[in-house]
């Protein structure tokens, strides 16, 4: 079974609109870490924000925000205020077991190709 | 710039043949983690590299193989090379009890 399914393959969105990205994740370790990385057409893969399994509060960073939903076991992200720079694809990722800290390997998302349109 | 540096760039080779792919980790950084992104399989974590030794294999064939050095650069190592190899093959690097993976910007290997 997939781990972390990605359902929109591509979207388009208007410059400077709110933009959601879908992740869903299955795991049955209580202690996980959520990831989203942006990869531009240029190829490299950049960090853009984190939830652990047992943060309380939402994660931010900037423009990106996570909407976390333990129950459901959702990881969306949120980038507000679309500009064009954030056409790329984005990737969804989760890493099992993150608190005794023998597992950094990451299980990726599909990932889904983010368009903005001028 | 990530700190973690790959080389070569870009590759163009033949099938059979054997290449060899290089990361710098970022100053500090113990551990290295080899992956590969290609069309038809996405991302796909090969191999993990703690101060010198293997901590974790994933789904790295037989033909590859990989090493870290003292000076912690590592090496990954692709031989016997076929079609099914090219893709893009990331390096990235970690500190003790951090969250986070920093990506290289990849080796971008096409065999012809």
């Known amino acids: 079974a997939q781990k972390i399914t990605q359902t929109q393959p591509g979207m388009f969105v208007q410059e400077k609109e709110a933009v959601t990205l879908d992740c869903t994740y299955d795991?049955?370790?209580?202690?996980?870490?959520l990831f989203w990385y942006k990869q531009p057409s240029s190829g490299e893969m950049i960090f853009l924000i984190y939830?652990?399994?047992?943060d309380q509060q939402n994660a931010t960073e900037g423009r990106y925000s996570l909407n976390f939903q333990k129950a459901r076991k959702s990881a969306n992200l949120v980038i507000s205020a679309s500009q064009l720079g954030d056409s790329a694809m984005y990737f969804c990722?989760?890493?099992?077991?993150?608190?005794?800290?023998?597992?950094?390997?990451?299980?990726w998302g599909a990932g889904t190709k983010l368009i903005i349109k001028p | 710039d990530s700190g973690v540096t790959q080389t070569p760039k870009h590759l163009i080779t033949a099938t059979g043949q054997r290449v060899t792919l290089r990361c710098s980790p970022r100053?500090?950084?113990?551990?290295v983690y080899w992956y590969q992104q290609s069309l038809d399989q996405g991302l796909q974590f090969l191999i993990q590299?703690?101060?010198?030794?293997?901590?974790a294999k994933g789904n790295i064939l037989e033909r590859f193989s990989a090493q870290q050095f003292p000076d912690l650069h590592s090496e990954l190592n692709l031989s016997s090379l076929e079609l099914g190899d090219s893709a893009l093959y990331f390096c990235?690097?970690?500190?003790?009890?951090?969250?986070?993976?920093?990506f290289g910007a990849g080796s971008r290997l096409t065999v012809l």
């Open positions: 590299y703690y101060n010198g030794e293997e901590r």
């Open positions: 990722a989760m890493r099992e077991g993150y608190l005794t800290g023998s597992n950094y390997q990451l299980i």
């Open positions: 990235a690097s970690t500190s003790t009890g951090a969250n986070v993976l920093t």
């Open positions: 939830q652990g399994s047992y």
């Open positions: 795991t049955s370790d209580p202690s996980y870490g």
């Open positions: 100053s500090g950084d113990l551990s």
